[in-house]
């Protein structure tokens, strides 16, 4: 099977991974299902990358119908160590205008109805989520959004996470300004949970498409209004995505952030209590531990 250290989560818009050479399409099954669609592993600028759509090809999967499961675990079975969320968001405030993209570097959960944790059945683990996003990732990232040709990037930023499918009211998107949010979308959560339960670095480029619904002088977001600003959010995402393949280490040994070691004390059941069935589902991402 095909590896690959640098994963690709394409959101609204970006189904494919233009510009990619050796493509192999690959079927993973996971122990929850299968992932959203067949992952394509390649190379980008001569650097690796697994790239999966989100919400498949065609856009056949709803925010709440998405299997983060089985798209983390199937990432992290072909050797990714860094995932790249790309994702289409509402803008909360007034300076990140539509064609924006942000950087964020917290989450707030909105959400109610998914499921949060790879880890059941005899087996609990306690993940510190105090900063979401993989700092060293999200630098990167800001880094290559800043290049000449791309667009304005705003670095930091609080995501709100809400349920979806339907928009927001006018009133829960006037609460979440008044909260202090920046940027409102649907996918972010469970996906970082998960991402830190499997150890991986996992940042998001939030491409900016509306005001949500809170903007007086604008008109409500639509479908419309999305699709509309979506290809050049997709272009901007795509440009980002070739450079900062080149500037990602090949060697997470010398990172200074925790994702790598994430695991290392957040087993919290004793490991001789641990179930063997248990320990066999999950041997991908804690038998190193036990």
């Not at 600003?229 to 040994?253: F, H």
Request: some cysteine.
């Amino acid at each position: 099977m095909p590896q690959a250290k640098i994963g690709v989560i394409g959101g609204s818009g970006l189904y494919r991974m233009e510009g990619m050479t050796d493509v192999e399409e690959v079927a993973v099954h996971t122990p929850f299902g299968d992932p959203s669609d067949v992952i394509t592993v390649g190379k980008v600028e001569g650097v690796s990358m697994a790239f999966l759509p989100r919400h498949g090809r065609g856009h056949r999967i709803s925010p709440t119908e998405l299997p983060v499961r089985a798209n983390i675990w199937a990432l992290k079975s072909l050797g990714v160590e860094w995932v790249i969320s790309v994702s289409a968001v509402g803008s909360l405030r007034e300076h990140i205008a539509p064609r924006d993209l942000v950087i964020p570097d917290q989450l707030f959960d909105r959400t109610r109805s998914r499921v949060n944790s790879f880890y059941e059945g005899g087996i609990v683990v306690h993940c510190t989520f105090a900063d979401p996003f993989c700092p060293m990732l999200s630098a990167l990232l800001v880094e290559s959004a800043r290049e000449p040709g791309n667009v304005k990037v705003h670095e930091g930023g609080t995501y709100v996470c809400m349920e979806g499918p339907l928009f927001s009211t006018r009133a829960e998107s006037r609460t979440y300004r008044s909260w202090g949010m920046d940027i409102i979308g649907m996918t972010a959560l469970p996906e970082a949970r998960l991402a830190r339960e499997a150890e991986l670095c996992y940042a998001v480029v939030a491409c900016a498409t509306d005001y949500d619904s809170w903007h007086e002088s604008e008109e409500s977001v639509t479908v419309e209004m999305v699709i509309g600003n979506l290809s050049a959010n997709v272009a901007s995402a795509r440009r980002i995505l070739r450079s900062v393949a080149q500037k990602i280490p090949a060697d997470r040994s010398a990172n200074t952030c925790e994702c790598p070691s994430a695991l290392a004390t957040a087993i919290m059941t004793d490991h001789s209590k641990i179930p063997l069935e248990a320990r066999e589902k999950y041997s991908l991402l804690i038998g190193k531990y036990l």
